[in-house]
């Protein structure tokens, strides 16, 4: 192993195009060669385990590699600041020097940008059933006055060409019976509109993959209405027009303002029971669902009505992105102390070449004890991790606590203009106090990994809004100590959220006990398990007045 380890190093060393020191030389050379290179790339290394130092938005960073220095790989950082009080311990991320390193490419790959161009086929999607239920509505809700309208523009005319003016006057005629129905009708078109609008006329939540089964059943009950309401009318005013002409019997206009009433009648009575289908069937809970989030594993339940499967799916995400925290996937493995860091396991080498079989089996049975050991206290040492981690959070914390309130103290709000130019708006008084709160801030950011978030500009916002409104140094922590709502983070701030929903049944099939879907958006998964609420069974229990009465007993053990 001892020679075969060299020669691999030393083989990567000159293919690489950087230079490194010769390997060949005497032994002591080799073995301090070899303790310094490693010394370096374990520094880089442990500068590269954290990628959050590279976050802040206001650093450009400059990675320049030097080879001139007793011929040992030299990494120098260059860091050219923007702002003298932010970022001061930023760190370059290059894949060059370590193979588990991580490029800034790689990073962004974490955050990819789920947002779907909008092309034809997903407006077409996403509008289609809207403009079809909107242009429905609307002839259904025209209707009764064009049933109205039509006699008075003559329409139906020609069949009755040989009509006096006397039977179209009375044809046409409407009396006082005639012109309470038209107000009534009036009012009730009125009342039909405003509940459409309240009701209906809303921005579409969610597009859904299948129909919605109710508001399909609704717009059917609203075509079949329409349809032979209208075909009816035309019978009907077609014959009754033409009896007229003959003299067998007189169409009265009286007779055509009460069927567009009824047809109104009508359509009040289907937007009730779009009302119960759509918007009062599903409020009375039913069952229970219960969301685990992957990979972290923060879940939430909730109570749930009688609703499909997708439309469940819509419910879900409406609580997802406004009650759970914000997923931060750089918490998945804690930060370790860099005294923990430097706290890890050696490797021997024998540089060489001269060892026996009993050391390099004492050495392997050491190496599989110590693995052993490690793996049974895997469970302490995270255990520790974690508590030290706390303990460092809550320190970060309480300093940045500290450090806002110092920095209120200094800002007060000028009532008057003094005259002398020395009042600053509030970007500029965000900016004048910025400095007392920046290093507190950038390490409460980077310890709990929320650098990629927020930018100095964004803070620098929000600080300058806080003091527009007199808001205390806790509110305007508020978002950097609070990680919810998912919303809250401005990278999902976005106008289209694209999910996938898996289930093997039937999307628009209702509700059950036992059903089981999956939502889905790149690696973050909502796994939702639906159950039925029990039925309570509360029964009247009477306790006896007498009951209430207690004796004290004294003993003398007691100190009463």
């Not at 450009?60 to 990494?75: A, E, I, N, S």
């Not at 932010?86 to 490029?103: F, K, L, R, Y």
């Not at 169409?251 to 009460?258: N, T």
């Not at 309480?398 to 200094?410: I, N, Q, S, Y």
Request: proline residues 4%.
């Amino acid at each position: 192993m001892d020679t075969e380890s060299i020669r691999s190093m030393s083989e990567y060393s000159s293919k690489s195009k950087y230079k490194s020191h010769s390997l060949k030389s005497g032994g002591n050379h080799k073995s301090n060669s070899y303790k310094n290179n490693t010394r370096t790339a374990r520094k880089y290394s442990d500068s590269l385990n954290n990628p959050y130092e590279t976050a802040m938005a206001p650093y450009q960073t400059t990675v320049m590699l030097d080879d001139t220095r007793d011929g040992q790989d030299v990494v120098e950082v260059q860091i050219l600041p923007q702002d003298e009080n932010w970022g001061e311990n930023t760190t370059a991320i290059t894949g060059n020097t370590s193979v588990q390193s991580g490029s800034m490419e790689e990073m962004g790959a974490l955050w990819p940008d789920t947002e779907q161009k909008s092309a034809f086929p997903i407006l077409c999607h996403r509008y289609i059933a809207t403009t079809l239920t909107g242009l429905l509505s609307l002839v259904a809700f025209l209707s009764p006055l064009a049933m109205l309208v039509l006699p008075k523009l003559g329409v139906f005319s020609p069949a009755a060409t040989n009509l006096s003016p006397q039977q179209r006057e009375t044809l046409l005629n409407c009396g006082a019976e005639c012109k309470g129905v038209l107000v009534s009708l009036a009012f009730k078109m009125f009342l039909l509109a405003v509940a459409s609008w309240a009701i209906f006329l809303r921005p579409v939540k969610a597009t859904m993959p299948r129909i919605h089964v109710f508001r399909a059943i609704v717009l059917a009950l609203v075509s079949i209405c329409c349809g032979i309401f209208w075909l009816f009318y035309v019978v009907q005013v077609t014959e009754g027009v033409r009896a007229t002409a003959t003299g067998e019997d007189l169409l009265e206009y009286r007779a055509l303002v009460s069927y567009s009433s009824s047809l109104c009648d009508c359509l009040l009575c289907i937007h009730y029971v779009a009302i119960v289908l759509m918007e009062i069937r599903h409020l009375q809970p039913v069952f229970y669902i219960k969301v685990v989030r992957s990979p972290d594993g923060e879940s939430r339940s909730y109570p749930i009505g009688q609703l499909s499967i997708q439309r469940a799916a819509v419910w879900v995400l409406e609580r997802y992105y406004t009650e759970f925290s914000i997923y931060n996937p750089y918490l998945e493995r804690l930060p370790v102390s860099k005294s923990k860091k430097n706290a890890s396991s050696f490797k021997f080498y024998d540089i060489e070449g001269i060892g026996s079989n009993t050391l390099q089996m004492s050495q392997s049975r050491g190496t599989m004890n110590g693995h052993a050991r490690r793996r049974d206290s895997s469970h302490n040492e995270r255990f520790y991790e974690e508590h030290d981690y706390e303990r460092r959070v809550k320190k970060r914390r309480a300093r940045l606590l500290t450090a806002a309130e110092e920095a209120f103290t200094h800002v007060k709000r000028s009532h008057h203009d003094p005259g002398g130019g020395s009042a600053m708006d509030p970007y500029e008084a965000a900016q004048a106090v910025f400095p007392t709160i920046a290093r507190s801030l950038q390490k409460y950011l980077r310890v709990t990994r929320q650098q990629p978030r927020h930018t100095v500009e964004s803070i620098l916002s929000h600080l300058a809004l806080c003091l527009t409104h007199d808001a205390s140094p806790k509110a305007f922590l508020e978002p950097y100590l609070s990680a919810s709502p998912v919303l809250q983070n401005e990278k999902e701030q976005k106008s289209l959220q694209s999910w996938s929903l898996i289930c093997n049944e039937l999307l628009t099939r209702a509700l059950k006990d036992g059903t089981v879907f999956q939502l889905r958006q790149n690696d973050l998964s909502l796994l939702c398990t639906v159950h039925k609420l029990p039925h309570f069974s509360i029964i009247e229990e009477v306790i006896n007045p007498k009951s209430n009465r207690f004796v004290l007993k004294l003993n003398s053990e007691t100190s009463v």
